[in-house]
């Protein structure tokens, strides 16, 4: 398969690579080569010609909430634990219900899918059926997602807690029903450390080592929240050992969201290749948790993800996403000057190549050996002219919605 059009992509978070007017050869699902001129060995019938369009890589959400979906913009005054008790809940205990899911994750799905987000990591609830049905969606549509079985066995309504038995017993036939699947995988997902006992942490953390399968939660989200994990693990050294003791941070692939209050010594535990922390700063602004020091992050080698947290994100779109880091981070440069101020390409490097490489080492970039994930960006108004193709990308970024994205490909295939 050949494309052409303006390819662009960031192969360092130092600058945009970009490729005027150029083919893009696809084999094996795969960039075969970027090149200026057709090669002799191909037609220019076989060529899908984008013109002047853009053809970049597609999105990853690296933290995201699929039963949350339909709450997006509600009950943003709290903060965190407030927010939880008071609305986010109540909505997930209704995925009890199958119907209830039919209602919501065609709508999940389908705008993920129309924001490019074509990749992306996903809390379901409890319920075993619908998180299945939600897999199974993403599946139809041609998707690549983690999709994880959420536990949590206290500190909630009935209604959304079960033994830690059951919990258990969930998580293994969640990943036993997934395990021939190559583009839905399962990711075990305990909510975090407050929702979870030590029975059903420790179970959790010996399932992920014996069967391989990666990790997510959130980690030092919010100040009280840190306070009350300190209360209910006082052996625990800090928030990020009580991850650690139960082996669900550390051992296999695990993401952690936000990240924000972590000290020296954590950081220094957590910087290792298996580990992600995942910025989402819409959402922590929305719910006044804190800024990550992204810039401190990066230079420190640490791997850090980008993802929407909706619904304490309020945006499906990851170029929102993408915008809010680069702000978050002017903020705290424009308040101290010890911290630098973000690239706009290194956040774009972080949403793309970095989100990517928890798929692997060969996702989230479009240069030559990587798996070609791509959206064709056309935005062919008259105040785009005389722009060059990085300005029309950034202002794809700022300011581009779904109507913009006129291609999807995910694996070398347009879905
Ligand atoms: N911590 C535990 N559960 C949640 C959640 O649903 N959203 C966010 N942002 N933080 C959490
Ligand atoms: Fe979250």
Request: hydrophobic content about 40%; some cysteine.
């Amino acid at each position: 398969m050949v494309l052409r059009g303006h390819i662009i992509y960031t192969s360092t978070p130092e600058a945009y690579t970009v490729h005027e007017n150029s083919y893009i050869i696809i084999e094996d699902n795969k960039v075969k080569g970027i090149y200026k001129a057709l090669p002799e060995a191909y037609s220019t019938e076989e060529v899908i010609d984008y013109e002047d369009r853009l053809i970049v890589p597609s999105f990853i959400d690296l933290h995201v909430h699929a039963p949350q979906y339909s709450q997006r913009g509600i009950g943003l005054h709290l903060q965190l634990i407030n927010w939880l008790n008071q609305y986010t809940f109540e909505l997930e205990s209704k995925f009890a219900d199958l119907s209830y899911a039919k209602e919501v994750y065609p709508a999940f799905v389908q705008s993920l899918y129309d924001h490019g987000s074509l990749r992306s990591s996903i809390f379901g609830t409890i319920h075993d059926e619908s998180n299945l049905y939600l897999s199974e969606l993403i599946m139809k549509k041609g998707m690549s997602a983690f999709v994880g079985k959420v536990n949590m066995d206290r500190h909630a309504p009935d209604t959304l807690t079960e033994s830690a038995q059951q919990s258990l017993e969930g998580t293994k036939a969640f990943i036993g029903a997934l395990e021939k699947e190559t583009l839905v995988k399962p990711i075990i997902t305990p909510r975090f450390a407050p929702s979870c006992s030590d029975e059903l942490m420790t179970s959790l953390g010996q399932l992920s080592i014996e069967k391989h399968v990666p990790v997510q939660s959130h980690l030092s989200e919010n100040k009280d929240e840190i306070k009350w994990v300190k209360a209910l693990f006082p052996l625990a050294k800090d928030y990020t050992d009580v991850y650690e003791m139960f082996n669900l941070l550390g051992k296999e692939k695990t993401l952690m969201a936000h990240g924000i209050y972590l000290d020296e010594d954590e950081l220094a535990r957590i910087n290792k290749p298996q580990n992600f922390l995942v910025h989402c700063p819409i959402s922590n602004m929305n719910i006044a948790s804190g800024v990550m020091p992204v810039a401190k992050y990066m230079d420190m080698g640490i791997q850090v993800g980008l993802g929407s947290d909706v619904a304490g994100g309020h945006e499906m779109g990851m170029n929102k996403s993408i915008v809010a880091a680069i702000q978050c981070g002017n903020i705290l440069y424009s308040q101290e000057k010890s911290h630098r101020r973000l690239l706009e390409s290194e956040v774009v490097y972080i949403a793309t190549k970095l989100n990517g490489r928890f798929f692997g080492e060969d996702v989230g970039s479009l240069e030559p050996g990587f798996i070609f994930d791509a959206l064709v960006i056309e935005d062919k108004d008259s105040l785009s002219k005389g722009l060059s193709p990085i300005e029309r990308y950034q202002k794809f970024l700022y300011g581009g919605e779904p109507s913009h994205i006129i291609a999807r490909y995910l694996e070398g295939n347009a879905i």
